[in-house]
């Protein structure tokens, strides 16, 4: 069987490497095509898992716009799949690099599989473009593989049919014990910060970039002047966020403003965190894990089988809404680890489905 495996940001590689990894490891002639949409982010991420792309499509620019990102892709990709022919090629969630790859798979008959599909909002402009790629890849797509129940209701909602449908879980799942086996958590994060007591922020979304971006950062400095609390925050690359987080917290001690963390560190920040705020899916699926609960500093979030698990909270983006959502979340101290979104297996469930063989 030769798969071709094609990712271009940090989240992708997370949950597309440890599928990668167990087709190569059962001896399938596994391809992986990296579209780098974000450059350093995702190369960060590909050292993780000891991961090196077969082909790299470099198709990042400065200031890039989702079109020209979709009109490289296309122009690079179709060579590579034209050559190496695989019988599959694998997607994974919804970025701009998800939704070209699969468009051009398609575009050349060859069978599209989505990981993580499913996903809604119910709100086609947020997040943005995310929502409209994630219904555009299902669509085109032949086997849709699901994290959840809900996952698959959505798309059955949708009027697609169900032997396209696996439900398999989320292979955050099993990239997180992929890096629990490595790592000894607690020497890393010494390593980062000496504090015992923190909230981890990420915040980054497109949709939320200005005055929102600044609301929920005015939030969470009135709630941690007022207990006297530290935020870490590992500050996204984009000049725009970081535009509005120098203007708005640059100078107030109880943030800590670090760098990108590679996905080691950034668990072993996640595991010492008192709880997270967030505006990330993957992080939404990777607090669970660690017993963590969620602020996501969001209007809508296409996870609510974490907030139903008791996991998390939605907050908005208003001020005065974040500043509630920290009240709650610092009286809720979560100390069991079942992840609803899956059970590390999800790997090995794709394999088997892919070869004909069930679960
Ligand atoms: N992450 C990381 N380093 C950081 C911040 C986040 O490795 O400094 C990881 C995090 O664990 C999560 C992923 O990056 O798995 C989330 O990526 P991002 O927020 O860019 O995308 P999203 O999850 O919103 O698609």
Do not use: W
Request: net charge negative; charged share 25%; glycine share 6%.
């Amino acid at each position: 069987m030769k798969p071709c495996f094609i990712f271009g940001t940090r989240p992708e590689v997370i949950k597309v490497a440890p599928v990668y990894l167990y087709f190569k490891n059962q001896g399938e002639n596994a391809i992986a095509v990296a579209t780098a949409q974000h450059r350093e982010m995702m190369d960060m991420m590909l050292q993780v898992f000891d991961m090196e792309p077969d082909y790299d499509l470099n198709v990042m620019t400065h200031n890039q716009s989702l079109n020209s990102i979709v009109a490289r892709v296309m122009e690079r990709l179709e060579p590579v799949l034209l050559k190496e022919s695989p019988d599959i090629i694998f997607v994974q969630g919804d970025t701009t690099t998800a939704f070209t790859a699969a468009l051009c798979g398609f575009h050349l008959s060859i069978p599209v599989a989505h990981i993580e599909a499913g996903l809604r909002s119910g709100d086609l402009y947020d997040p943005f473009p995310e929502e409209l790629n994630r219904r555009l890849i299902d669509v085109a797509s032949k086997y849709l593989f699901t994290p959840t129940k809900r996952a698959k209701e959505n798309l059955l909602k949708e009027g697609i049919e169900e032997k396209r449908i696996f439900v398999v879980g989320n292979s955050v799942v099993d990239a997180l014990e992929y890096v629990k086996s490595k790592i000894d958590m607690n020497s890393y994060r010494e390593r980062l910060v000496a504090l015992d007591d923190y909230i981890l922020l990420t915040l980054h979304r497109r949709e939320n970039i200005g005055e929102k971006m600044r609301s929920v950062l005015r939030g969470i400095a009135q709630f941690i002047d007022e207990v006297d609390l530290r935020v870490v925050f590992p500050v996204h690359k984009n000049p725009r966020v970081r535009e509005i987080v120098n203007q708005e917290v640059g100078n107030n001690p109880r943030f800590i403003l670090i760098e990108p963390v590679d996905y080691l560190q950034f668990l072993s920040l996640l595991d010492g965190a008192r709880f997270v705020v967030t505006d990330s899916g993957g992080v939404q699926e990777e607090a669970p894990s660690f017993g963590k609960f969620v602020v996501v500093a969001r209007q809508t979030t296409e996870r609510p089988e974490l907030i139903e698990a008791g996991f998390g909270l939605l907050s908005g983006t208003s001020q005065e809404s974040i500043y509630k959502a920290l009240i709650e979340a610092s009286q809720n101290r979560l100390c069991i680890s079942e992840n609803p979104f899956g059970d590390g297996k999800t790997s090995e469930r794709i394999y088997k489905i892919t070869r004909g063989e069930g679960i």
